[in-house]
C-alpha cells in the first residue's frame, strides 16, 4: 500500500499534477505520523489495515467539510475536497454490495456464535478483521444489531 501511494506520488509530481501531488503528499504525511505513533507504542510501522482506516477517515473528513462549503456558498472549494476524495479512494478496495455485506454478516454470526445483543461486538470484530475497508461499518453495525436483536 505505502509503495502504491508513493509511485502515484512519483508520478504525479513527473505530471506536474498539484491537487493530486498535494494530496498524496497528505496521505503520505498522516501515514507517517500513524508510524511515529506507532513506534512509541513498541510497533515498527502500521499495517495496510490500519491505513485504509486512516484513509477511510480521510474521506469522511473531506466529506463533512464539502458539506460545509457548500451550506457556506464557496463552491469551489467543496470541488477541491470532492476532488480529493476521489484521489483518496483509488487506495480503497472497492466496498462491498448490500448482498455481500449481508452474507459476511451473517457468516460472522455463525463464526461467532452470536446469539444476543452482546456478541455485537465479536462479530464486528471479525467483520473488521476479515473486511478491512471494503464495507461501511456504521450501516453493518444497524444491521448486525437488526439480526441480532429478533
Known sequence: MRDRIEENLKDALRARDKLRTGTLRLIMAAVKDRDIDARGKGKEQI?????MALLQKMIKQREE?????????????????????????????????????????????????????RDMGKVVGVLK??????????KASKVVKDMLSG
Open 65 to 117: 467539510s464539502a458539506k460545509i462549503y457548500v451550506e457556506a456558498g464557496r463552491d469551489e472549494l467543496a470541488e477541491t475536497e470532492r476532488a480529493e476524495i476521489i484521489i483518496i479512494d483509488e487506495f480503497l478496495p472497492q466496498p462491498m454490495g448490500e448482498d455481500a455485506v449481508l452474507s459476511a454478516i451473517q457468516e460472522a454470526i455463525g463464526e461467532t456464535g452470536a446469539s444476543s445483543l
Open 47 to 51: 499495517s495496510d489495515a490500519d491505513i
Open 129 to 138: 478483521a476479515k473486511f478491512p475497508g471494503q464495507i461501511d461499518f456504521g
